[in-house]
């Protein structure tokens, strides 16, 4: 369809809160800026970074002060904080989504130790308070969990039940599925919809032909359940398509990826 598909839902609501962002990341949240519980000081701490360095560098402009040799040790420190001031007001409106963020989370480091070493004079204040940082963004940075899998023999194994040549499988949901289809029938034919891209009440030529081939008859039907199985989404689903779920039993396809769970079910006309 011709639409954004922007995700807008975590660009700050206000320009106080695009100000401010770095600050909403300092107490476990979700949905601020990821979908999992998260928090990084990291964030603030670069902010704060930032702020003194131009503070300082403007004060001792006005006063007219000769560069000091802390200030020749970070000579390409300026041009990283513009970088990064111009990237986190471009990421903010953008998108506000934290793992879109990646570059400005590696900088985040390079800025703290960077402003460090100009601010502060002496070898031992600046490791003493380079550890004492280190010690802090550790302690307290939660990570977004994603479910990441354990290590197996292979990266990625998953056992799909037989299918025939010229079957038509359609993956319902927009959850990632698509993983199983390289160890399944390479003869059938895989179709998504109602997913992020792609809906039934659309009308462009890709959801037209879903629709035509879901309804084709002739050729063995199946429907991949993701997730928790709900047989009344299912049959919803297919009623779309004049099917309902057969009466053999729907087969596991078995994964080490584990989550969410995939199952391959029959489809008949109704």
Not at 166 to 191: C, H, K, M, R, T
Not at 202 to 231: C, T, W, Y
Request: hydrophobic share 45%; proline share 7%.
């Amino acid at each position: 369809e011709p639409v954004s598909l922007r995700d807008s839902q975590f660009v700050p609501c206000d320009a106080w809160q695009l100000l401010t962002y770095p600050f909403y990341w300092v107490k476990t949240n979700i949905y601020v800026v990821t979908e999992k519980p998260f928090r990084d000081w990291r964030g603030p701490m670069a902010y704060l970074a930032i702020a003194a360095v131009l503070l300082i560098g403007i004060l001792r402009r006005v006063r007219d002060e000769p560069r000091e040799r802390a200030g020749a040790e970070t000579c390409g420190l300026g041009l990283v904080l513009v970088f990064v001031i111009i990237s986190y007001f471009a990421w903010a409106l953008a998108f506000g989504n934290y793992r879109y963020g990646v570059t400005l989370e590696m900088l985040t480091g390079v800025v703290v130790m960077g402003a460090l070493i100009m601010l502060s004079r002496g070898p031992r204040l600046r490791i003493g308070l380079a550890l004492a940082l280190l010690t802090i963004a550790a302690a307290t940075t939660v990570y977004p969990d994603w479910g990441r899998g354990r290590y197996g023999d292979r990266y990625i194994d998953v056992r799909v039940p037989p299918l025939q040549v010229d079957s038509v499988v359609l993956i319902e949901g927009g959850l990632p599925a698509a993983y199983f289809i390289p160890f399944a029938e390479p003869n059938a034919q895989y179709l998504g919809i109602e997913n992020n891209y792609l809906k039934l009440s659309q009308h462009n030529r890709l959801a037209s032909e879903v629709k035509s081939l879901m309804r084709l008859p002739g050729r063995p039907k199946f429907i991949v359940s993701v997730g928790e199985f709900d047989r009344g989404k299912l049959e919803q689903r297919l009623a779309q398509f004049g099917l309902t779920l057969g009466a053999a039993p729907c087969q596991p396809i078995w994964s080490n990826l584990e989550n969410p769970a995939l199952s391959l079910c029959p489809a008949v006309p109704r």
